[in-house]
Protein backbone atom coordinates (compact mmCIF):
# COMPACT_ATOMS: atom_id res chain seq x y z
CA UNK A 1 0.00 0.00 0.00
CA UNK A 2 1.25 3.31 -1.12
CA UNK A 3 2.08 5.91 1.76
CA UNK A 4 0.14 8.55 2.40
CA UNK A 5 3.56 10.75 2.83
CA UNK A 6 4.79 12.48 -0.02
CA UNK A 7 7.69 11.06 -1.45
CA UNK A 8 9.25 10.47 -5.00
CA UNK A 9 8.40 7.49 -7.50
CA UNK A 10 12.29 7.10 -8.43
CA UNK A 11 14.91 6.71 -5.73
CA UNK A 12 17.48 7.11 -7.75
CA UNK A 13 17.16 8.80 -10.79
CA UNK A 14 20.32 9.89 -12.65
CA UNK A 15 20.88 11.88 -16.14
CA UNK A 16 22.87 11.44 -18.75
CA UNK A 17 24.03 13.82 -21.44
CA UNK A 18 25.76 12.07 -23.96
CA UNK A 19 28.03 14.51 -26.52
CA UNK A 20 26.14 17.17 -27.50
CA UNK A 21 29.27 19.04 -28.94
CA UNK A 22 29.78 22.25 -31.39
CA UNK A 23 31.24 20.06 -34.20
CA UNK A 24 27.79 18.17 -34.26
CA UNK A 25 25.69 21.01 -34.20
CA UNK A 26 25.83 21.41 -38.64
CA UNK A 27 25.10 17.75 -39.43
CA UNK A 28 22.79 16.43 -36.53
CA UNK A 29 18.89 16.24 -37.51
CA UNK A 30 17.58 18.94 -35.35
CA UNK A 31 20.24 19.74 -33.27
CA UNK A 32 18.61 22.93 -31.98
CA UNK A 33 15.81 20.53 -30.30
CA UNK A 34 18.05 18.24 -28.73
CA UNK A 35 19.62 21.27 -27.16
CA UNK A 36 16.06 22.63 -25.89
CA UNK A 37 15.37 19.14 -24.24
CA UNK A 38 18.60 18.73 -22.64
CA UNK A 39 18.23 22.51 -21.40
CA UNK A 40 14.77 21.71 -19.90
CA UNK A 41 15.99 18.02 -18.31
CA UNK A 42 19.68 20.14 -17.05
CA UNK A 43 16.91 22.70 -15.01
CA UNK A 44 14.48 20.27 -13.75
CA UNK A 45 17.62 17.73 -12.74
CA UNK A 46 18.95 20.91 -10.66
CA UNK A 47 15.81 21.33 -8.99
CA UNK A 48 15.51 17.86 -8.20
CA UNK A 49 19.02 17.47 -7.04
CA UNK A 50 19.39 14.62 -9.87
CA UNK A 51 22.97 13.97 -10.50
CA UNK A 52 24.84 14.65 -13.92
CA UNK A 53 26.95 12.78 -16.07
CA UNK A 54 28.03 14.49 -19.22
CA UNK A 55 30.39 12.97 -21.88
CA UNK A 56 31.91 14.29 -25.26
CA UNK A 57 33.35 12.82 -27.68
CA UNK A 58 36.89 13.09 -29.06
CA UNK A 59 36.68 16.68 -27.61
CA UNK A 60 40.07 18.16 -29.35
CA UNK A 61 38.71 17.07 -32.52
CA UNK A 62 34.69 17.45 -32.22
CA UNK A 63 34.70 20.49 -29.49
CA UNK A 64 33.24 20.59 -26.10
CA UNK A 65 29.62 20.22 -24.84
CA UNK A 66 27.65 23.09 -26.65
CA UNK A 67 27.61 26.88 -25.26
CA UNK A 68 24.08 26.77 -24.48
CA UNK A 69 24.02 24.14 -21.73
CA UNK A 70 27.79 25.20 -20.14
CA UNK A 71 26.25 27.77 -18.04
CA UNK A 72 23.46 24.94 -16.47
CA UNK A 73 26.19 22.57 -16.04
CA UNK A 74 28.30 25.06 -14.05
CA UNK A 75 25.11 26.01 -12.06
CA UNK A 76 24.82 22.52 -11.18
CA UNK A 77 27.75 22.26 -9.45
CA UNK A 78 28.12 19.07 -7.42
CA UNK A 79 25.51 17.74 -8.91
CA UNK A 80 27.63 17.22 -12.30
CA UNK A 81 29.49 13.76 -11.16
CA UNK A 82 31.36 13.28 -14.24
CA UNK A 83 32.27 15.36 -16.94
CA UNK A 84 34.58 12.98 -19.27
CA UNK A 85 35.64 12.85 -22.37
CA UNK A 86 35.63 9.55 -24.41
CA UNK A 87 36.70 7.72 -27.58
CA UNK A 88 34.21 4.82 -26.52
CA UNK A 89 31.16 4.83 -28.25
CA UNK A 90 29.21 4.45 -24.56
CA UNK A 91 28.88 6.30 -21.55
CA UNK A 92 29.65 3.40 -19.45
CA UNK A 93 33.44 4.18 -18.12
CA UNK A 94 34.95 3.81 -15.22
CA UNK A 95 34.37 7.56 -13.39
CA UNK A 96 30.47 7.25 -14.40
CA UNK A 97 30.16 3.50 -13.52
CA UNK A 98 32.23 3.75 -10.39
CA UNK A 99 29.84 6.86 -9.19
CA UNK A 100 26.18 5.69 -10.16
CA UNK A 101 24.44 4.06 -7.20
CA UNK A 102 22.93 0.43 -8.19
CA UNK A 103 19.72 0.29 -9.76
CA UNK A 104 19.11 3.95 -10.85
CA UNK A 105 16.43 5.03 -13.20
CA UNK A 106 18.84 6.43 -15.67
CA UNK A 107 17.57 9.16 -18.37
CA UNK A 108 19.46 9.32 -21.66
CA UNK A 109 19.80 12.87 -23.80
CA UNK A 110 22.08 13.12 -26.88
CA UNK A 111 23.08 11.87 -29.84
CA UNK A 112 23.95 9.72 -31.65
CA UNK A 113 20.65 7.55 -31.25
CA UNK A 114 22.00 5.05 -33.15
CA UNK A 115 25.30 4.73 -31.83
CA UNK A 116 26.54 6.51 -28.64
CA UNK A 117 23.33 6.60 -27.20
CA UNK A 118 22.41 2.70 -28.34
CA UNK A 119 25.20 1.28 -26.90
CA UNK A 120 25.10 3.90 -23.55
CA UNK A 121 21.70 2.68 -23.26
CA UNK A 122 22.35 -1.47 -23.23
CA UNK A 123 26.01 -1.36 -21.57
CA UNK A 124 23.26 0.05 -18.69
CA UNK A 125 20.80 -2.28 -18.76
CA UNK A 126 23.39 -4.99 -18.76
CA UNK A 127 24.51 -3.12 -15.54
CA UNK A 128 20.87 -3.41 -13.56
CA UNK A 129 19.80 -0.48 -14.28
CA UNK A 130 16.64 0.91 -15.83
CA UNK A 131 17.13 2.97 -19.12
CA UNK A 132 14.79 5.72 -20.13
CA UNK A 133 15.38 7.31 -23.53
CA UNK A 134 13.65 10.58 -24.02
CA UNK A 135 12.49 10.62 -27.94
CA UNK A 136 12.47 14.57 -27.93
CA UNK A 137 16.24 14.40 -26.36
CA UNK A 138 18.18 12.24 -29.21
CA UNK A 139 18.56 12.64 -32.65
CA UNK A 140 21.26 11.66 -35.28
CA UNK A 141 22.53 12.61 -38.07
CA UNK A 142 20.46 10.68 -40.33
CA UNK A 143 16.26 11.17 -39.11
CA UNK A 144 15.88 7.47 -40.12
CA UNK A 145 18.28 6.51 -38.04
CA UNK A 146 16.32 7.41 -34.93
CA UNK A 147 13.08 5.36 -35.09
CA UNK A 148 15.19 2.28 -35.74
CA UNK A 149 17.70 2.71 -32.80
CA UNK A 150 14.31 3.54 -30.61
CA UNK A 151 12.58 0.74 -31.46
CA UNK A 152 15.58 -1.31 -30.87
CA UNK A 153 16.14 -0.02 -27.45
CA UNK A 154 12.42 -0.30 -26.26
CA UNK A 155 12.91 -4.41 -27.24
CA UNK A 156 16.01 -4.23 -24.83
CA UNK A 157 14.19 -3.31 -22.21
CA UNK A 158 14.64 0.65 -22.64
CA UNK A 159 11.64 3.06 -21.40
CA UNK A 160 10.73 4.96 -24.86
CA UNK A 161 9.20 8.37 -23.25
CA UNK A 162 9.51 11.82 -23.53
CA UNK A 163 10.86 14.69 -21.26
CA UNK A 164 7.70 16.08 -19.50
CA UNK A 165 6.98 12.37 -18.63
CA UNK A 166 9.88 11.40 -17.26
CA UNK A 167 10.05 14.52 -14.81
CA UNK A 168 6.67 14.21 -13.36
CA UNK A 169 7.41 10.02 -13.28
CA UNK A 170 10.51 11.05 -11.06
CA UNK A 171 8.38 13.08 -8.95
CA UNK A 172 5.36 10.92 -8.48
CA UNK A 173 3.60 13.63 -5.87
CA UNK A 174 2.35 17.09 -6.12
CA UNK A 175 3.09 17.26 -2.33
CA UNK A 176 6.94 16.94 -2.68
CA UNK A 177 8.78 20.51 -1.74
CA UNK A 178 10.07 20.34 -5.66
CA UNK A 179 6.81 20.43 -7.02
CA UNK A 180 6.42 24.05 -7.75
CA UNK A 181 9.63 24.50 -8.93
CA UNK A 182 8.90 21.95 -11.57
CA UNK A 183 5.90 23.39 -12.80
CA UNK A 184 7.83 26.97 -13.37
CA UNK A 185 10.25 24.92 -15.47
CA UNK A 186 7.88 23.65 -17.26
CA UNK A 187 5.99 26.54 -17.79
CA UNK A 188 9.18 28.48 -18.96
CA UNK A 189 9.70 25.38 -21.37
CA UNK A 190 6.57 24.99 -22.46
CA UNK A 191 7.22 26.50 -26.26
CA UNK A 192 10.52 24.24 -26.18
CA UNK A 193 8.43 21.53 -25.50
CA UNK A 194 6.24 21.92 -28.15
CA UNK A 195 8.48 22.12 -30.99
CA UNK A 196 10.93 19.62 -29.94
CA UNK A 197 7.70 17.05 -30.00
CA UNK A 198 6.74 18.61 -33.10
CA UNK A 199 9.98 17.75 -34.58
CA UNK A 200 11.83 14.78 -33.06
CA UNK A 201 8.90 13.01 -31.79
CA UNK A 202 5.89 12.73 -34.50
CA UNK A 203 5.05 9.37 -34.55
CA UNK A 204 8.21 7.88 -33.42
CA UNK A 205 6.94 6.02 -30.22
Not at 6 to 32: L, N
Not at 97 to 124: F, K, M, N, R, Y
Not at 164 to 175: F, P, R, T
Request: proline residues 4%; aromatic residues 6%; glycine residues 6%.
Amino acid sequence: MASLNPERRFKRPAVFVCDIQEKFRPTIYEFDKVILTTRKLLLAAKALKIPIYVTTQNRPRLGDTVAELRPLLDAAGDLVRADVDKTRFSMWLDPIASGIAPQSEVVIVGIESHICVTQTALDLLAAGHRVYILADGVSSSNREEVSVALDRLRQAGAVVTTSESWIYECMGDAKIPEFKEIVGVVKETMGDTRAALKSLVGSKI
